[in-house]
């Protein structure tokens, strides 16, 4: 999952991308609503954590071109506004949840799971299987069989994002988009050196030989598995 924080606190907007980094969210984020607003035409992104009051481009306003846009990405509004006419505005903005400021973290990212779900755009079940190897999102565990593997964060996030596609051939810049954040400025290069050590952990844990295909000219997909 891709989320954009627009926030011009630096303070606050540095907790929320680590909190949501920490859960294994993809985030980019932004101080000011022209940039936002930049950044989600760029970019495809599942979620907004969006402020209110915003420098450039307020967050009513960027809210209101995103649904002008018709674009339906849902969006969390954040302020420190605590009054039923400024919910109201936000609401009618077309912000789909409200949170006042100061927030408590664990429902903050409780109201995102809850628009993630609702949009159809929700983080893979929290266990998953790919014939014998299971990956558990709860603890980021991985285990082939009774084996366990020990993967870095962004290989857990790219084998992760293959098992939930499946058959499906995903590209490198695709896996990019996905994986990295805009600030990182990752090659596809960056893509095919952790598919290798991805590769050669899952042989070391006795996988089959390619159980990640390549797709020569296209991506990387799962094998079929009996």
């Known amino acids: 999952m891709r989320i954009l924080v627009v926030e011009d606190d630096v303070q606050i907007a540095d907790l929320l991308a680590e909190a949501l980094a920490n859960r ?7 101080h000011d609503g022209a940039v936002g607003w930049d950044w989600l035409q760029r970019l495809e ?6 402020d209110l009051t915003l420098p450039k481009l307020s967050g009513i306003e960027l809210c209101q071109k ?9 969006v ?12 109201i505005v936000g609401l009618d903005a077309g912000a789909d949840a409200y949170i006042v400021k100061p927030f408590d973290l664990e429902e903050l990212m409780a109201q995102i799971r809850a628009l993630l779900r609702r949009s159809g755009g929700s983080a893979p ?5 790919w014939g014998q190897l ?32 499946g058959r499906r051939v ?10 990295w954040s805009f600030d990182e400025s990752p090659t596809e290069e960056a893509v095919k050196t952790h598919i290798r050590t991805l590769r050669q952990k899952l042989r070391v844990a006795g996988t089959p030989d390619d159980l ?6 296209l991506g990387y997909r799962m094998k079929q598995v009996e």
């Open 24 to 30: 294994q969210y993809m985030v980019d984020t932004a």
């Open 45 to 50: 992104y599942d979620l907004v954590v969006l």
């Open 66 to 74: 995103l649904r002008d846009y018709n674009i339906p990405i849902p």
């Open 76 to 87: 969390l509004m954040l302020t420190a506004r605590d009054t039923i006419s400024d919910k």
């Open 125 to 129: 079940s929290p266990k998953m299987c």
């Open 134 to 165: 299971c990956l558990d999102s709860s603890t980021y565990e991985v285990t082939y069989g009774d084996r366990p593997l020990a993967l870095t964060p962004k290989e857990y996030a790219l084998l992760e994002l293959l098992v939930t596609n």
């Open 170 to 179: 995903l590209s490198r810049p695709g896996i990019i988009e996905r994986l």
């Open 212 to 217: 990640i295909e390549t797709v020569h000219g």
